[in-house]
Structure formats: structure tokens, C-alpha cells
């Protein structure tokens, strides 16, 4: 009886000590703050073309009028068609898309410091 109950009480101590590792591992964790991506961007006055050629290099999200999107780097833009590249999901995938059908771009401009 006294070793069953030797047993019991560690099996606690451990869920215990345990449990406790998630609560305060969160609270001594150092505060992380936002911090603005430099040169990142949009020109409202200028078109979407425009805005692709500024992030040539860069992750995006294009969203096409049909619905889809593509997430990937922007390797080139021209005046009809943009060169996206390493494609997310996608290993070893490129895209070329018009312009036209793009109806909104998204890109990071804000990281966690």
C-alpha cells in the first residue's frame, strides 16, 4: 500500500511540475513588439503593375479576380505579366500571371522584433 501510494503521489508531482511549466513559461517569456518592415509599401496613386515592380525580391500574396492565390516572391514585372517564384506549397513551381486578373496584392509590413 505504501509503495502504490509512493507511486500516486510522484505521478502528481510530475503532472504537476508539468502543468506549471506552461503557465509560467508564458509569463517570463520577454514582451515581443512589432516592428515596421523597411521599404515596405504601397502607392495608392500608382497601379498594381507599379506596386509589383517595388517589390521585385519580396513575398506576396496575389489575389486573382477567380479567386485564387498565389503566394510567392516576385521575380520580375512587366507591363502584362508578372514572374512570381517559389511558389508556397508548391516546391520547385513558378507562376506567370496577368496583370489584368490580379485584383488585390498583399505583403508583410509589419515583424515581430
Excluded: W
Excluded at 5 to 25: D, E, R
Excluded at 47 to 71: C, E, M, P, W
Aim: proline fraction near 2%; charge should be positive.
Amino acid at each position: 500500500m505504501k509503495r502504490e501510494n509512493k507511486i500516486l503521489s510522484g505521478a502528481v508531482l510530475i503532472m504537476f511540475l508539468f502543468a506549471a511549466g506552461f503557465i509560467i513559461s508564458p509569463a517570463i517569456a520577454q514582451p515581443r513588439s512589432a516592428v515596421t518592415v523597411q521599404d515596405a509599401k504601397f502607392d495608392v496613386s500608382s497601379s498594381i503593375k507599379d506596386n509589383l515592380k517595388a517589390y521585385v525580391g519580396k513575398d506576396v500574396l496575389i489575389h486573382l479576380r477567380s479567386g485564387k492565390t498565389f503566394q510567392g516572391y516576385v521575380k520580375a514585372a512587366g507591363d502584362h505579366f508578372v514572374h512570381v517564384e517559389k511558389l508556397s506549397g508548391r516546391d520547385y513551381y513558378d507562376a506567370l500571371i496577368r496583370i489584368d486578373d490580379i485584383s488585390a496584392i498583399e505583403a508583410r509590413f509589419r515583424d515581430m522584433k
